[in-house]
């Protein structure tokens, strides 16, 4: 896969606090069914979390209220002074922040008992290596809770859904099905836990909106939903008013919550 990193920084550090005020990342499904899962329903006092690609900073507050510290990392310093300010603004002392890439995690072996990612990795140059970072950074039995993007296991579908994406988003490297990612994880040591698919309504031009995508380029994404070939038009299921060009338009994105403990 090519590498993205340098484009990651550029995107998200120009549209940092739109994803701070993204109301598709403050909240949703997969969120309230990670911190039920990986948290096994309880508070964790005594546990440190370490939350990788931390973005707006959604999933470091949310775990914050569970355990006694998180660390919060990004790869994009911009989108990690947005993170901060979120947070601090919230009043929350036990996180702190730290610039960070998910291939080489600037970590000991060991030094954490959860590490969560949520709506990243899709940016990722090397998800296998990314998913073994994590279980390096774990201390035996720990807690790998990943929530990212997927595609159907369908090669039509899944080019066709990371083409859209990536013409939105630039950044956008690759979305995988919810079986590759079972295997990145057993691959890297875990014993997968649970393993859960959603599916997330998306609003287009809301969509749009966090990446500033210019009218030209909507108009082409409007096409590739309107054109989708089967497989994918199945799975993103479009919507539109009666101008599917210039109306209102909605369509879902898969989502996988994996768990996995560390062997």
Known sequence: MPDTRALVKQQFGAHAQ???????????????????????????PDWRALDIATGGGHTALAV????????????????LAAAEGFIRGKGIANVTFREA?????????????????????HHFPDCAQFVREMARALRPGGIAAMIDNIVPGNVVAARHINAFEKLRDPSHNWAYSAAE???????????VT??????????????????NVPAHVRRQLRVMLLHAPAPAREALSPTFSADP???????????????????
Not at 23 to 40: I, K, P
Not at 194 to 211: I, S
Not at 245 to 263: D, K, P, Q, Y
Request: net charge negative.
């Open 18 to 44: 739109n994803y701070v005020a993204s109301a598709d990342h403050a909240t949703g499904e997969s969120l309230d069914r990670l911190l039920e899962v990986a948290l096994q329903g309880v508070p964790q």
């Open 64 to 79: 914050s209220a569970h355990v006694r510290e998180v660390v919060a990392t990004d790869l994009t310093a911009k989108m």
């Open 101 to 121: 890439d998910a291939s080489a995690l600037p970590f000991a072996d060991g030094e954490f008992d959860l590490v969560t990612c949520r709506l990243a990795p």
């Open 181 to 191: 990612w079972e295997a990145f994880f057993t691959a890297a040591g875990f014993e």
């Open 194 to 211: 649970h393993l859960e698919t959603f599916r997330k309504a998306m609003n287009f031009e809301r969509h749009c909106d966090r990446m």
């Open 245 to 263: 060009l210039n109306g209102s338009a909605t369509f879902f994105l898969g989502e996988v919550l994996i768990v996995g403990r560390r062997m």
